[in-house]
């Protein structure tokens, strides 16, 4: 994203390029897909890339190869346009893409202060079924 231009009556002011040098990672990864999200402190998101974006498809998408890929324009992307710097990781999930989306946000330059899984785990299970009424 370049600096965006407001137009406002006949003049033209061009809008200060934001800057976020720490933020977040959030890297979910499925059996089918893995989708990375560059956010600010608060959660917003500033950049998003995923292995179907980037042009692998079917059961390509869930390869590690894929997320690394992904992760690697997700940072590039967010490193260029809001000089992103230092991250905290949150990762979700528990596709092939897990460990290689972690390893190519450190190999970017980006400086990584945590680490955290926030994968699912069931307790408990489901409800079962009732015995059917006659």
């Known amino acids: ?13 061009k809008s200060k390029k934001r800057s976020v040098p720490a933020g977040q990672v959030h890297i979910r990864s499925t059996f089918n897909n893995t989708i990375i999200s560059v956010t600010d402190k608060n959660g ?10 980037n042009g692998f498809r079917g059961s390509k998408k869930g390869t590690a190869y894929a997320a690394q890929i992904a ?8 490193r260029e346009n809001f000089g992103f710097g230092s991250a905290d990781v949150f990762v979700k999930g528990v596709g092939l893409g897990r460990d290689s989306a972690v390893r190519a946000v450190a ?19 489901v409800r079962p079924k009732g015995e059917r009424k006659p």
């Open 71 to 78: 992760a690697e324009k997700a940072l590039e992307s967010a």
């Open 107 to 125: 190999a970017t330059g980006v400086v990584i202060n945590s680490i955290t899984d926030n994968t699912a785990m069931p307790h408990g299970g």
């Open 44 to 53: 917003g998101v500033l950049v998003a890339s995923s292995a179907g974006a």
């Open 1 to 13: 994203m370049a600096e965006q231009e407001k137009v406002i009556g006949s003049k033209v002011r």
